[in-house]
């Protein structure tokens, strides 16, 4: 299945580590562009923004969300103004993993390409 499908990413399946890749991508870009316009930046990404841009249901990124809650590489977060709203964000830990692993990626892909 090549080298991507039997690698656990620090324990995780691919499908978790995807979602801390777009957790991080997403979180950055929303950055971004709250900064532009002056709006407030939120403290992460909302289940339903992360279902949207991934094409997962929601109960699927919840569940998986989980997942690396369990595994402390992301965090709900909910704020004072509406606790009904849960944000979710990276951990240390969880930023880490998913530096070292998309560096490792992309070396396997330089790798392929040369």
């Known amino acids: 299945m090549g080298r991507f499908g039997n690698q656990r990413f620090g324990g995780l399946k691919p499908h978790e580590f995807f979602m801390l890749v777009t957790i991080q991508n997403r979180y950055a870009a929303l950055k971004s562009e709250c900064e532009a316009s002056g709006q407030p930046i939120p403290p992460g990404m909302k289940i339903s923004e992360l279902s949207r841009c991934s094409a997962i249901s929601m109960p699927g990124v919840s569940q998986t969300i989980t997942i690396l809650v369990k595994h402390d590489y992301?965090?709900?977060?909910?704020?004072?103004?509406?606790?009904?709203?849960?944000?979710?964000?990276?951990?240390?830990?969880?930023?880490?993993?998913?530096k070292e692993n998309s560096e490792a990626s992309f070396r396997i892909f330089d790798e392929a390409a040369a």
């Open 74 to 98: 992301v965090r709900r977060i909910t704020t004072e103004a509406d606790r009904r709203l849960v944000y979710v964000n990276l951990t240390e830990k969880g930023a880490a993993l998913e």
